[in-house]
Structures are given as C-alpha cells and as structure tokens.
DNA sequence: ATGACTGGTGTGACCAGA
C-alpha cells in the first residue's frame, strides 16, 4: 500500500502536475493540502478519471485539505480539528482507507514570529497533539502526514542558523513536534534514513531547488501498530523541477 | 540583511506562503 503526501499549492492551478504525477507514480491514497480553492471548486471530475475518488475540506483561498483513494473506499471519520468551535481553517481531514486511519493536515505557518500567528500555530498543535493521543496507542494502524511546516532537527534545513528565529524553526515549534513523537509516533523517513539529508520544500526565490537549499517540513509519523509495516518512504524530488510546479514535493511511503 | 517568486483574488501601493 503506496501512501502519498503532497502540498499542492493550489490544487486547479496545479491540476496539470498533479494528474501527470498521479499517473507517473500511481500511489494507492494521497493526502493533499493547501488546495486554496472552495468546497465547489474542487475538481472533482478529473480526479475521478484519474482513477481516484475524494472527499475534501475547502476553503476560498486559502488552506484545505483532501484525501484521495484509488480502489479502495474512503470512509470519512472527521473533517476539522477538534478543540476550538471558532477555528474556521480547513487544515485537517481524517479517514479510513483499506484498513488504515489516515489523518491528513496542514499546519499553520506561524510567521511571523512572535506574533498572534505563532500563537495560532502552537496552539493548533497543541490541540493536535492531544487529538493524536487519542489515536497512537489504537490496535488500528494510523499515519499522520502532511504538511507539518516544522523541521525537526539541524539536518533537516539549509543552513539552520538561518531559520532560528523563524515560526518553523523555532524553540518551541521543535519542541512541540517533539512533544507530539514522543507518544510514540515514528517518522518514517527518519526511520529509513536517520542521518540522509532530505528536503520535501523548496523556495520558489533564489533557484531553492537549483542549489539543493531546501527544507524538510512533509512527514509521515506511524503509531506503534503500523510502524513495523514500513518497507519505503522517499521523496519524489524530480517533480519540483517539473514547469509550474509546486514549491512542496510529493513525498510517500510504502506499507506491507 | 534584503529581496527574490507564486497562487488566488480581483485589478491593490492586495494577502499569504515558508
């Protein structure tokens, strides 16, 4: 089973790729985020011949968040993170596909920092957090991906002391992300490849990709019940370098 | 240190992203 994670960046500007990318890759699910286009808006129809169906969370302009499935059926068990009835982002979508939860999400930014956009950050990831510990001790496996706009550690930036100060990089976003693993979740790229640097983003400015100066900020994290069905994981690089690309990659992993 | 690039919105001297 081939899980994939991909920020799009606006998924009807990004149709092209994606579909090419869907094609070329044929993963089994695909978490998507930053669709930046409304619940009506989503294109439907040429996922479907595509091979796929959906379920989605829209949201004009900004945000939203999608999960596709090809052939197995998609069973929606929760769209929005729970803890704050004010929360209007659509940043978060669950579901049981083929005997697996997955949560799909896309954590804020928090630039800049400090400021009320921070505050939003952390506290979103705090109420992820508690809603994760709801699930990484289940009998059912659960995969948590997406866009997470936190690097964990050192390796995982382009000249990190650049990125101290910054709402991904920061004290406390790493501690947080921590504080999240350390339930018990696994990251499945870190598994396979402790110590490789490997980037999923990469700035449109100053030729990012050109240069290898990227990010790693697009995770999978595993519970205990599915960690040890890990048999791949790995960063679809060559497609950031594709025309009109997004500034993320497709990243995936495959179960046993 | 700064600004560079992109999608969406709507025609902004825009916002937000990371």
């Known amino acids: 089973m081939k899980i994939a994670t991909y920020n799009?960046?606006?998924?009807?500007?990004?149709?092209?790729?994606?579909?090419?990318?869907?094609?070329?890759?044929k993963p089994?699910?695909?978490?998507?985020?930053?669709?930046?286009?409304?619940?009506?808006?989503?294109?439907?129809?040429?996922?479907?011949?595509?091979?796929?169906?959906?379920?989605?969370?829209?949201?004009?302009?900004?945000?939203?968040?999608?999960?596709?499935?090809?052939?197995?059926?998609?069973?929606?068990?929760r769209r929005g993170l729970p803890g704050d009835p004010d929360d209007t982002h659509s940043r978060y979508i669950e579901a049981l596909v083929n005997g697996v939860v997955i949560g799909c999400l896309y954590l804020p930014n928090g630039n800049p920092a400090p400021g009320p956009k921070f505050d939003y950050?952390?506290?979103w990831f705090s109420r992820f957090t508690e809603h994760a510990a709801g699930l990484v001790n289940r009998d059912l496996p659960v995969v948590l991906c997406g866009d997470y706009n936190v690097m964990p550690t050192e390796i995982d930036a382009y000249k990190p002391e650049r990125w101290?100060?910054?709402?991904?990089?920061?004290?406390?976003?790493?501690?947080?992300?921590?504080?999240?693993?350390?339930?018990?979740?696994?990251?499945?790229?870190?598994?396979?490849?402790?110590?490789?640097?490997?980037?999923?983003f990469f700035d449109y400015f100053r030729n990012a990709y050109g240069r290898n100066a990227g990010l790693r900020i697009d995770h999978f994290l595993l519970n205990p019940a599915l960690e040890g069905r890990l048999k791949a994981a790995k960063v679809d690089l060559h497609v950031r370098g594709w025309e009109k690309s997004s500034d993320h990659c497709p990243v995936w992993i495959e179960l046993d």
């Open 121 to 123: 950050k952390l506290k």
């Open 8 to 25: 799009v960046n606006g998924i009807n500007g990004r149709l092209p790729v994606l579909l090419r990318w869907l094609e070329e890759s």
């Open 164 to 200: 101290v100060d910054d709402a991904l990089f920061r004290p406390e976003t790493r501690a947080a992300f921590k504080n999240l693993t350390e339930q018990g979740w696994t990251d499945a790229i870190r598994k396979l490849y402790p110590t490789e640097v490997i980037y999923t």
């Open 28 to 77: 089994d699910v695909v978490c998507l985020q930053e669709l930046k286009a409304p619940d009506e808006k989503f294109p439907l129809q040429a996922i479907n011949d595509a091979g796929y169906e959906a379920i989605w969370h829209g949201q004009k302009s900004w945000n939203g968040v999608a999960i596709l499935s090809r052939g197995s059926e998609i069973k929606e068990l």
